[in-house]
């Protein structure tokens, strides 16, 4: 059995716009599964309709199953008391997600102070355990900092620190690299994979990058225009034949990355591609 099992997901506007339309995707215990795909296809909304978290105003159908728990059905209190116990999110701007005013330290031992009812001296035991896992040296001094003391690297493994400290059993990855340099990138994605495997939880990672979704992970899925277009095993992903991806492989400039790079694929494609997702 599938740690989440997303089912015929569905997300439309109160307007009745469409947003996702029939998402089908599973993430095991201990697999790490790539969601890629261009900017406003619908990645980030997926990974917010299994957090709970879909801004007012969008609305989800169809199933979320997280163990046998069908998460569409939790009351918003039981989904904050699930995400708490579960869940695990980084994001792709750690600076959108720390509160400026409050030390590194304070914002590591938050969620083990509130949600697990920890002394400040074992929350920030465990966190100093979590640092040294997670490469921040020193934390007994560098966790009285303030976060814009902090590089955007060491932020980002700060955040990481925060997921994990849970112990949650699920990471949610939305594009936790891309606000970093490409050494960091390399760092933070072995790092997150690292933890991963240590500790046989599953991770969704979402990314614009496809030679990092193919390093990284497990099974990749690529959406396009709010349907899933593609899946494959992440070793295969060169192996493709869906027209979508190989567009994406193939407008890959060398060193560039970003989402530029998936914006050279021709109108004439779009519309072949369009053609073939609407005659499903
Ligand atoms: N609050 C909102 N209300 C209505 N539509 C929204 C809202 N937020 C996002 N959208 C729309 O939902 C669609 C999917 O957005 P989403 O953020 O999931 O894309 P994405 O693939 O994650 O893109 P990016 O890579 O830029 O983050 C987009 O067309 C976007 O305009």
Redesign the pocket.
Known sequence: MSLVTVSNLT?R?DAG?V??SGIDLTIGHGEIVGVI????????????AIAGLL????NANGSIDYEGTELTRLSRRAYRSFRDRELGIVY?DPRAHVNPVHTVGDFLTEALRTNRRMSKKDALARIYALCDEVGITDPEHQLRAYPYQFSGGMLQRAVIAAALATDPRLILA??PTTALDVTRQAEVAALLRRQVRERGIGMMF?T?DLELAAALCDRVYV?YR?VIVDEFPADRIYESRHPYTQALLSARPSLERG?ERLATISDELRAEIDEEVAGR
Request: hydrophobic share 30%; charged share 20%; proline share 3%.
């Open positions: 997300l506007t716009d947003i996702v795909g261009e900017s406003g296809s619908g990645k980030s909304m997926t990974l917010k801004p007012t105003g969008i792709q939305d594009e979402i614009h959406m709010g989402q």
